[in-house]
């Protein structure tokens, strides 16, 4: 070894003496965002104020000689469920008879994404058809009321993560979902959608900002709460009137709840086309599952708590066969990312918060009658930004004139009409930098943490990233997922041509944002 290459013990020493240092420099100090400094950071937080409420009936016009019937359409997104905790996903320790009963009836996806590996970006991309870094959501929503310990563990590790000792960088640069974006309630509403969403919204706190409720941004009815189950106070709301001002630990009722919310909806919509948004508060930790449920799995309470969501799933299944609309009906099952200190990514590296597969690729099954294939499995690459105009042309809806939608119609993949992604790239960011790209097969990163011993968060742009650069990381990453799903072997030395052209795609993306980061569209 060369003079100029530091041992694992003189490595180890340093990050332990950098930690102690970061932790003396004080609670309040606020390290600015870790961002590469070459391709990174490169967004005015400045242009992310909202220009207004749009009415959405003003941008959206119905699409010409659309004759189809409207379908009802339900998502339902879970919250930190994995790739591979799903018995069709090759779970061997949780029972999801239902979830498994609507992939037999409809399409599975293997290579479906989150736009995001954290929740609220990634929810605000199912949302609105458009990457977070958008409306500058890149990271999750804290309360609003948080307590003056979390807020101070939180602006701690801001300071960690300048140094590269923690993977904790920049906060969002909004307080919540824009004014001025459309979701996909209040699209669908042109169309004569009814709207109604039941379960955990993180797109703003509107216990303290009611503008962020989402009753404001096109949906009639809602009973939920603001944000993640470990976040405190969470209050639970109907509409806007608050029930309860914290549920506190009380939480074992929560899925059953929402299940009777859900098909109540249902029934009261029953007479025309309706959409509803389904987002459990599980399987988030803290975990807990009701009586019926409770210790009744082979993987510990994170698999009682996703048995409890299939349970759910087939309590709302056959509230559609009763009422005779199931055949009219789009049913979808996705995450919101990959899966925290519980549960599988499946065989996938990585998990929540990272960039790998394990943290963006999520389960996702769609039961389209009349379009979906019974038992059809698509590997397709495609995101949940795919979404909104999938859905918002099957409703009879063109895209909104006035931005830019990321998304693409998968409607053709779904149906089999279509053998190829309509994405050319997908993007993978984390926080405001765009950390990685996916071209057909090849993944591609110009710069991530590794997660490896002994150094785990090592991105070349951290101090601690630079003293192990030539040591242990080696940047940039290129792997061939056809044959390297887990992201074990890094190609790209092998493979240059591949990681340059794969690199000026991500440069050509990033200066297209750059110059116009919010995605607005000039008459």
């Known amino acids: 070894m060369s003079d100029n290459r530091i041992t694992r013990r003189t490595f180890v020493k340093i990050s332990a003496v950098t930690a102690a240092a970061a932790a003396g420099a004080g609670l309040w100090a606020c ?19 909202s220009k207004g409420r749009v009415a959405p009936e003003l941008v959206i016009k119905k699409l010409p ?27 061997q320790a949780i029972r999801t008879p239902n979830v498994d009963s609507l992939a037999r009836q409809g399409a599975r996806f293997t ?10 970006p990634s929810r605000y991309g199912l949302l609105t058809g458009r990457y977070p870094v958008r409306d500058g959501l890149i990271f999750v929503l804290p309360a609003s009321n948080e307590s003056l310990m979390r807020f101070m563990i939180r602006r701690l590790g801001r300071w960690f993560g300048s140094l590269g000792a923690v993977d904790v960088q920049e906060d969002c640069w909004v307080d919540g979902l824009s004014d001025d974006e459309i979701t996909l309630a209040g699209a669908l509403k042109v169309a004569g959608y009814r709207t109604g969403m039941v379960g955990k919204w993180h797109l703003g706190d509107f216990s303290a900002n009611p503008q962020f409720n989402p009753r404001r941004h096109g949906f009639d ?18 509409d806007e009137k608050m029930l309860e001002s914290d549920i506190k630990l009380d939480q074992a009722r929560l899925t059953g ?3 009777k919310e859900a098909i109540d909806f249902i029934e009261k919509s029953k007479g025309g086309p309706f959409f509803l948004y389904l987002a459990h508060s599980f399987p988030h930790q803290p975990l807990f599952a009701s009586e019926k449920f409770k210790d009744k799995s082979k993987a510990g309470i994170f698999g009682d708590a996703v048995e409890e969501i299939d349970w759910s799933t087939g309590e709302i299944m056959n509230c559609l066969k009763q009422n005779g609309i199931e055949d009219n009906t789009i049913v979808i099952f ?30 996702f099954i769609v039961k389209w009658p009349g379009r979906s294939r019974a038992g059809a499995v698509c590997s397709e690459p495609a995101m949940n930004i795919d979404l909104f105009p999938t859905l918002t042309a099957a409703a009879g809806l063109a895209l909104p004139s006035d931005r830019i939608i990321d998304g693409k119609s998968i409607e053709g993949l779904v149906t089999g009409k279509e053998a190829k992604s309509p994405h050319d790239a997908l993007y993978f960011y984390h926080y405001e930098e765009l950390e990685g790209i996916r071209q057909d097969n090849w993944k591609y990163f110009r710069s991530v943490n590794h997660y490896i011993w002994p150094q785990p968060v090592d991105k070349k742009s951290t101090f601690m990233g630079k003293v192990a650069k030539g040591n242990f990381a080696d940047w940039p990453n290129l792997y061939r997922l056809d044959v390297d799903e887990g992201e074990c072997y890094n190609q790209a ?20 944002v750059a110059a116009n980061p919010r995605g607005w569209l000039k008459k």
């Open 221 to 238: 009815s809602f009973f939920g709460v603001p944000h993640s189950n470990d976040m405190w106070p969470c209050a639970l709301y109907r």
């Open 65 to 91: 000689g659309f004759a189809g019937k409207q379908p009802n359409i339900i998502t339902i997104l879970c919250d930190d469920l994995g790739w591979g905790d799903l018995g069709c996903y090759g779970s």
């Open 111 to 120: 290579d479906f994404y989150s736009s995001c590996s954290v929740c609220t």
């Open 257 to 259: 709840m929402y299940t």
């Open 334 to 363: 996705t995450s919101d990312n990959g899966p925290w200190y519980n549960g599988s990514p499946g065989s996938f590296r990585g998990r929540k918060g990272q960039s790998y597969e394990g943290g963006f690729r999520v389960p």
């Open 493 to 512: 030395a092998r493979y240059p041509d591949v990681s340059r052209r794969m690199e000026s795609a991500m440069e050509k993306w990033e200066r297209q």
């Open 31 to 49: 390290g600015k965002s870790a961002g590469d400094p070459e391709h990174g950071a490169t967004f005015d937080a400045g242009a992310y104020s």
